[in-house]
């Protein structure tokens, strides 16, 4: 999953970057309003950790603006803004969570993966389909009740196709979920991670829409 993290401050920037990305997640940070403006315009990202007190244009502006443009991609607002009018205002204006700095690491990525998880449409923390279950916080894959070792981005994957079960998911976008701004990319990259996911659980899970991309469909099963 890519993320998008919106802070000025370059140590908690950098921490936060540093922990999304143990977490298994893709990350691209930027340091002001508009410069979050234009890549929530341009990128596709499956949530934001937005901070509000930002140079250039404010996080609650950033947000409005995402919101104008229809967008429901999930907002948590991260900011040491901790009255409860500014709780309101923040989410008011569109946003989904909102964490108070100092916070911990854990806690931010717990909600990460519930917003993710909810605008996806799942209710259960573990996503599961055919047999193969799929639990976000532990980053455990079992299928029939064994654990299935996969790669970091087999993972990213598998988990993408699973967010969309029934919705075909084109190579581009599975991309812009594996990569940051400034990682090389490899023609047949996705490519590769479909076949190993399909030898480590079972073929027929994922399908191939020729000339769209792939699919997991609501009734599969092995």
Do not use: C
């Amino acid at each position: 999953m890519r993320i998008l993290v919106v802070e000025d401050d370059a140590l908690l920037g950098d921490a936060i970057q540093a922990g999304l990305k143990q977490s298994g997640y893709a990350v691209d940070w930027v340091r002001d309003g508009a410069q979050a403006d234009h890549a929530l315009a341009v990128e596709a990202y499956s949530a934001v950790v937005l901070d509000l007190g930002l140079p250039r244009l404010s996080g609650l502006e950033v947000l409005s603006r995402l919101r104008s443009r229809q967008s429901s991609l999930p907002v948590l607002i991260l900011t040491a803004r901790d009255t409860v009018e500014d709780r309101i205002q923040g989410l008011d204006r569109g946003a989904d969570d909102y964490l108070v700095k100092p916070f911990d690491m854990g806690e931010l990525t717990a909600r990460l993966r519930a917003l993710i998880r909810r605008s996806s449409g799942f209710a259960n923390p573990v996503l599961q389909v055919g047999g193969v279950e799929l639990d976000p916080a532990s980053h455990r894959v079992t299928y029939q009740g064994e654990v299935v070792e996969l790669a970091s981005r087999e993972f990213t994957v598998l988990e993408a196709l699973m967010l969309n079960v029934g919705k075909v998911l084109s190579r581009a976008q599975l991309e812009d979920k594996l990569y940051a701004w400034g990682q090389g990319v490899e023609s047949n990259t996705v490519e590769v991670h479909i076949h190993h996911l399909r030898r480590k659980l079972y073929p027929a899970l994922i399908q191939t829409i020729r000339g769209v991309g792939y699919l997991i469909s609501h009734d599969k099963a092995a």
